[in-house]
Each structure stands twice: as C-alpha cells, then as structure tokens.
C-alpha cells in the first residue's frame, strides 16, 4: 500500500491549505494516523495525530490553526491549516499505523509560506 499526500503549494502568511492523504488500496483497520513536517535542515517533527479514541494531539507551534481529520479507507487523512506561516514551510508527510500492513509512510507534500 502507497500513501499519497497532496494539497500542499505556495501560499502567503496568514493564509490556508487543505492536505489530503490517499491510499493505494485499503488500508485496513487502523490504529494512530498523523502528519509530520521535515524543514530543511530539521529532522522531522510530528505536526498532529489522531488515535483510535479520536482525541486529536496538535504540536504547540500549531495548536489553534491546523485541524486533522480522519477519512476512509482510501483517502484516510486530511490536514486543514489556517493563518500559514513562514516557520510552516517544510514538506508534509501523513502516516497511518495500519494493524495489518505496518507502518505507512507517504509521499511527502511541500507547504512553502512566504512572508
């Protein structure tokens, strides 16, 4: 199974993208799902996650301006992020912890906010 991101472009601050995640083929039942940011230079950082219970944990750098939200089967994850900033700017990579493929990382989606 391949993971696909998509949704991300070129935006100024304070503005908003939507990413979307998409699935090869089923993934399954699932367990955690999340996004997850590289800046250059930077090692990857999870930017928010959502479990089984449904409870959504964001990072502080975007607590009140992203919301993740699970899908289904086929298109799993998505990722609205508001008032965008220049610190945002890195690739975005969505992950699903399938219980029976493993862990499965996609392609990732640059977000490039420019000042």
């Known amino acids: 199974v391949q993971l696909q991101a998509s949704g991300g472009g070129l935006v100024q601050a304070g503005g908003s993208l939507s990413l979307s995640c998409a699935a090869s083929?089923?993934?399954?039942?699932?367990?955690?799902m999340g996004w997850y940011r590289q800046a250059p230079g930077k090692e990857r950082e999870s930017v928010a996650r959502?479990?089984?219970?449904?409870?959504?944990i964001y990072a502080d750098s975007v607590k009140g301006r992203f919301t993740i939200s699970r899908g289904n089967d086929k298109n799993p994850l998505y990722l609205r992020m508001n008032n965008l900033k220049p610190e945002d700017t890195a690739v975005y990579y969505c992950?699903?912890?399938?219980?029976?493929?493993?862990?499965?990382w996609g392609q990732g989606a640059q977000v490039t906010v420019s000042s």
């Open positions: 992950h699903v912890q399938s219980l029976g493929r493993g862990d499965l």
């Open positions: 083929r089923s993934i399954g039942l699932v367990n955690n």
């Open positions: 959502v479990g089984t219970s449904g409870t959504p």
